[in-house]
């Protein structure tokens, strides 16, 4: 299902946020932005999510003007928003019992999905009960249990360490591959973003507007930095960091803004 921003704009009272913003997703893309803090693009990420509404402008999801949320547009936050009172299969279920399905096939489907994610043996456990990076990928295995047309990303993995961010990057990299999503990802991490990426779109401090589409559909998708490196180098340049090291060799700990 493709994404279509025509002269999106979006104020707050006085403030704007965002000035004029033009780009179509096609379905199947995966699309990052980044971006300096404040600049608009969860803005704009809840606002294909229905959440938000512009100020000016019009957003479509697959030929359709975009009024509310809908379970073919799936929103997954930093935090994993899991229901502190129930358990993991049940977490991931209910995104199917939502969907009117009943409970037994709901949570026979979300074992399979956790298994996917590598958490079998802990249906039963309690978010509070396992570690940061296993409550992501629960959250990951409730967004993709429902089959969304669309996925939209709003920094998935900011608040995980940066080896486990990096393993559960692989893993969405996967999921992704086999669903076939719409993906649209906001991000503060510059590596993640060309290593998910088809284009990265790189904002400009408030009110957003793009500064630069890098197309990234020719590069494979690697962790290994020296293939990303002079694409790397001009993103960050175009955010106003000197990096001052070798991008070959940088450390796991990647750019983030």
Not at 96 to 122: D, I, M, N, P
Not at 139 to 158: K, M, S
Not at 182 to 187: E, F, G, I, P
Request: hydrophobic share 45%.
């Amino acid at each position: 299902m493709e994404l279509h921003f025509e002269h999106v704009a979006k104020t707050f009272g006085s403030l704007e946020v965002i000035s004029e913003f033009e780009n179509r997703i096609e379905d199947g893309e995966i699309v990052a932005l980044v971006g300096p803090s404040g600049c608009g693009k969860s803005t704009l990420l809840h606002m294909a999510a229905g959440l938000e509404f512009p100020s000016r402008g019009t957003l479509s999801a697959g030929g359709e003007p975009i009024t509310a949320p809908s379970p073919k547009r799936t929103l997954v936050f930093q935090e994993h928003a899991l229901y502190p009172w129930m358990t993991l299969l049940q977490n991931v279920a209910l995104a199917l019992e939502f969907q009117g399905t009943a409970r037994a096939e709901a949570h026979a489907e979300a074992t399979k999905w956790l298994e996917r994610v590598q958490l079998s043996g802990f249906e039963q456990y309690y978010p509070h009960q396992v570690s940061g990076g296993m409550r992501q990928r629960a959250a990951l295995a409730r967004a993709f249990i429902a089959r969304p047309q669309v996925l939209l990303l709003d920094e998935p993995f900011g608040a995980l360490d940066a080896l486990t961010r990096m393993t559960l990057q692989s893993v969405l990299k996967q999921l992704i591959s086999e669903a076939r999503p719409t993906v649209l990802l906001v991000t503060h991490d510059v590596d993640e973003a060309l290593y998910l990426a088809d284009r990265v779109l790189v904002f400009s401090q408030r009110p957003a507007k793009v500064l630069k589409e890098v197309q990234l559909g020719h590069i494979p998708k690697t962790h290994d930095l020296a293939v990303f490196a002079s694409e790397r180098r001009e993103v960050l340049q175009l955010l106003g960091i000197d990096t001052g090291i070798d991008t070959d060799t940088a450390n796991y700990e990647g750019a983030n803004i």
